[in-house]
């Protein structure tokens, strides 16, 4: 499967955006979407993920009532909502993708074997 993600862009503190995660070559039914972030100088970390055809999310910490995942059967695509964005949300975004009914444990990288090329949210103060 091939993922694409979208929406990049600059915000403002407390702005909003919504990134999108094109998928082709599977359908998207039995895989788990999930999204991460990588800012310079840190480690990749897992920001959200859910399990495409049953709906079942998990968020990180940090991202939790601020970010809402979703996923679109009929576009074969999975969205991440970005509401109320803070500085520390600067990062580069990527998707990806593994094959599975339940959510990832931790949302561990290394379990997803599909990933985008990754997108820039950048968020100003």
């Known amino acids: 499967v091939q993922l694409v993600e979208s929406g990049r862009g600059l915000v403002q503190a407390g702005g909003s955006l919504r990134l999108s995660c094109a998928a082709s070559g599977d359908p998207l039914n039995n895989y788990v979407i999930g999204w991460f972030r990588q800012a310079p100088g840190k480690e990749r970390e897992g920001v959200s993920e859910?399990?495409?055809?049953?709906?079942?999310?998990q968020y990180a910490d940090s991202v939790k009532g601020r970010f809402t995942i979703s996923s679109d059967n009929a576009k074969n695509t999975g969205y991440l909502q970005m509401n109320d964005l803070k500085p520390a949300d600067t990062s580069v975004y990527y998707c990806a993708a593994t094959y599975g009914t339940k959510v990832v444990l931790e949302l561990r990288a290394h379990e997803f074997n599909y990933w985008g090329q990754g997108t820039q949210v950048t968020v100003s103060s």
């Open positions: 859910i399990v495409f055809d049953y709906g079942s999310t």
